[in-house]
């Protein structure tokens, strides 16, 4: 028999293991192509082909919005290559591994938490006492009704 901190038993069974979700390939590799192709062409249709008159504010335009598609492709396309995990589940608690560093709460520290649905995009929305988190969980490896059977598995623990 296993015992927690506060003496009361803990079945060997309940011990669970980690799980760690990380972003769909199959889903996130086409899209980055995609932008990618999109962007390769936009630049050379819109630089290259003739067609489009030049102007100066046209042209700041254009490299301003390029360079923050590129941004914003950056910090996936570092997850997708690194194979970093987006979301860690312990039966201690959760971690959250965005942008920067890890942000990690303790399930007794989580006071509700559900999964949204916006459009298409699926969120975890998670609430604590101090902060409200939410967690685009659309293009993990995992559908959203797993990660929701998860999380009801891993808090009860």
């Known amino acids: 028999m296993v015992y927690i901190v506060d003496r009361q038993p803990l079945n060997q069974s309940s011990v669970m293991e980690t799980i760690e979700l990380r972003l769909n390939r199959k889903r996130v590799i086409p899209m980055i192509v995609l932008i990618a192709v999109g962007i390769g062409f936009g630049t050379w249709y819109a630089c290259f082909s003739g067609k489009v008159p030049r102007n100066t504010l046209e042209v700041v335009i254009y490299a301003v919005t390029v360079i923050t598609f590129i941004y914003a492709a950056y910090f996936k396309v570092k997850k997708l290559w690194n194979n970093e995990p987006v979301l860690i589940l312990t039966s201690a608690g959760i971690s959250i591994h965005e942008k920067g ?26 609430q604590t006492a101090d902060t409200k988190k939410r967690i685009n969980i659309s293009w993990l490896d995992r559908k959203p009704a797993e990660i929701e059977r998860l999380m009801h598995q891993y808090k009860r623990v």
Not at 102 to 126: A, G, N, R
């Open 101 to 126: 560093e890890p942000l990690s709460f303790l399930w007794w520290q989580v006071v509700h938490w559900e999964i949204e649905k916006d459009d298409s995009t699926h969120y975890l929305v998670i």
